[in-house]
């Protein structure tokens, strides 16, 4: 069954650096998104992207974020100078369809901590 | 944004006990996607059931969408089953832009031998 896939699985990085975490959506697929998750609480909403533009950000998605497809298949979040406040699981998903009836698949997720 | 509250946020068994997860949403919905998260953090689709009834196996889910619900069922549970189980919405036409999910706090399951 295709998956979406994520690396690193972890990462630990100092305060005000900077980090490109990666992940390969399933290939057919039309929409990616980033979620992040602060250890204990819920899953939050940072970004969707489709037809090589940003379709939705939330509050979370400062500045200091940006996305990219760099080519056919990777989809990439690169937070440009690192809090400590960043410091969550982020997980990449992916649906195939234009409408929004349409299952997410998860990524098994990067575990960031920021020093 | 759509409310999504989860109820009960803590649930203990004993292996081979039978359990119903709530999902409750403050609006209408066009996609509603169950979650197990294991222990190593990772987002498992259990189902997309915007409305109606599904089952895989030992777990099944109803959403009555038209009452903002939805429940999940988990019959003879194992210690497989262990985790936290969120449930997640898209909003309806009108409402949020297409595809974010807003996801509930979790129900964390513990299941005992």
């Known amino acids: 069954e295709p998956e979406v896939t994520q690396t690193p699985s972890h990462q630990v990085t100092q305060m005000g650096q900077e980090v490109i975490l990666r992940c390969v959506p399933i290939?057919?697929?039309?929409?990616f998104y980033w979620y992040r998750q602060i250890l204990g609480q819920k899953v939050e909403f940072l970004v969707s992207f489709y037809n090589n533009e940003i379709s939705e950000k939330s509050e979370i998605f400062d500045d200091q974020f940006s996305v990219e497809r760099p080519d056919g298949s990777n989809f990439t979040l690169k937070i440009r100078s690192t809090k400590l406040e960043d410091s969550a699981m982020y997980f990449c998903a992916s649906s195939g369809s234009v409408t929004i009836q349409e299952t997410q698949y998860f990524g098994p997720g990067t575990r960031l901590l920021v020093l | 944004g759509i409310q999504v509250e989860q109820s009960p946020p803590d649930l203990i068994l004993q292996e081979g006990a039978n359990s119903t997860l709530r999902c409750n949403f403050s609006?209408?919905?066009?996609?509603l996607q169950w979650f197990h998260q294991n222990p190593w953090g990772q987002l498992i689709n259990l189902f997309y059931?915007?409305?109606g009834t599904k089952q895989n196996g030992r777990l099944s889910a109803t959403t009555v969408a038209t009452e903002r619900y939805s429940l999940l069922y988990i019959s003879s549970s194992q210690t497989t089953d262990s985790g936290v189980y969120f449930c997640a919405v898209v909003g309806g036409i009108g409402g949020s832009t297409l595809g974010r999910l807003y996801f509930g706090r979790g129900t964390q399951l513990t299941v005992w031998p």
């Open positions: 609006d209408s919905v066009n996609n």
């Open positions: 290939s057919n697929h039309l929409y």
């Open positions: 059931i915007p409305s």
